[in-house]
């Protein structure tokens, strides 16, 4: 059984799920110590849905590194048997059923972005600005991954009545072993705020423009996907690898995932290494 299923009653109470509120924050602007760095990138542009959840101190593996940040290597995370421990005692219910919840942040992959002032001309060019980077991530790491494509479209304006205007790029690829990949993402441009301070904890003494995610309908999804019929392993990797390759105040969050019995918990990517939705239990 994958690592990965055997931490489920870990990871799958790393989401809890309040009530959809119009009036939602835009995010906050300082980081709170005592949640995860995860929990405070997500927080920064307003998907106040996703909560941390309490991991007492002595069920921590050391290899998970700082408490405060809960980052590791996807390698480590698809490969290590360090991890093979059983939290189901610590952590009982899964609350797996929670992850149903529709309209929840937590049921959808987003970009967790902020445009710096000093990489675009205005407020207006921040959308071209950002599809531009993640189309280079993307292919960067298609070409480390050698896998074989190109973008179908890229910056492709649509004006949709119920999804609003939005920017849209769509890249495919296949592996030497016939394995399709591919990734989407859309970036609507009424969802950037005007220029505001940057977060400290995500860069520091600069200006920039938010990608707000805390819409219910709309936000900037992407979708990634590396087939298999068992595994989810090459899909995390894609994600990973595309996250090294973005500008430092531009990150992935992806939700819940499952595939047979193999399991991922909700997580932000973040430059090569993932954090999850975990803190020390005070």
């Known amino acids: 059984m994958p690592f990965r299923t055997r931490m489920m009653p870990l990871f799958a109470s790393v989401l809890a799920f309040g009530l959809l509120s119009g009036c939602a924050s835009r995010g906050i602007t300082e980081a709170e110590p005592d949640h995860s760095r995860a929990w405070n990138l ?45 939290f189901g005692d610590a952590f009982g219910l899964g609350l797996v059923g929670l992850l149903t919840t529709n309209q929840s942040h937590g049921e959808r992959s987003t970009i967790v972005a902020w445009i710096p002032e000093d ?46 205007t939005y920017t849209e790029t769509k890249i495919s690829g296949v592996k030497a072993d016939g394995t399709k990949c591919g990734v989407s993402y859309k970036v609507h441009p009424e969802n950037i705020s005007e220029l505001t301070t940057i977060p400290a904890f995500i860069a520091e003494n600069a200006k920039g423009y938010q990608l707000y995610a805390g819409d219910d309908i709309v936000y900037p999804p992407f979708a990634a996907y590396c087939r298999s019929d068992t595994s989810l392993d090459q899909y995390i990797e894609f994600v990973s690898e595309i996250s090294k390759y973005l ?32 803190t020390e239990e005070k």
Do not use: C
Request: glycine share 4%; net charge negative; charged share 25%.
């Open 42 to 86: 997500t927080h920064s542009v307003g998907m106040t849905d996703l909560k941390d959840s309490e991991v007492p101190s002595d069920q921590i593996p050391s290899s998970l590194g700082a408490a405060a940040d809960m980052a590791i290597d996807v390698a480590y995370f698809m490969d290590s048997a360090t991890l093979a421990m059983s």
């Open 119 to 164: 990489e675009v001309e205005s407020r207006e060019t921040a959308h071209i600005w950002l599809g531009d980077a993640l189309k280079e991530a993307t292919m960067r790491a298609m070409d480390e991954l050698s896998i074989e494509g190109e973008p179908e479209f890229h910056n492709k304006f649509t004006d949709s009545f119920m999804r609003g």
């Open 247 to 278: 500008p430092e105040t531009v990150f992935l969050y992806t939700r819940y995932a499952e595939l047979e019995d193999d399991q991922l918990p909700p997580m932000v990517h973040d430059h090569g290494k993932v954090l999850l939705f975990l």
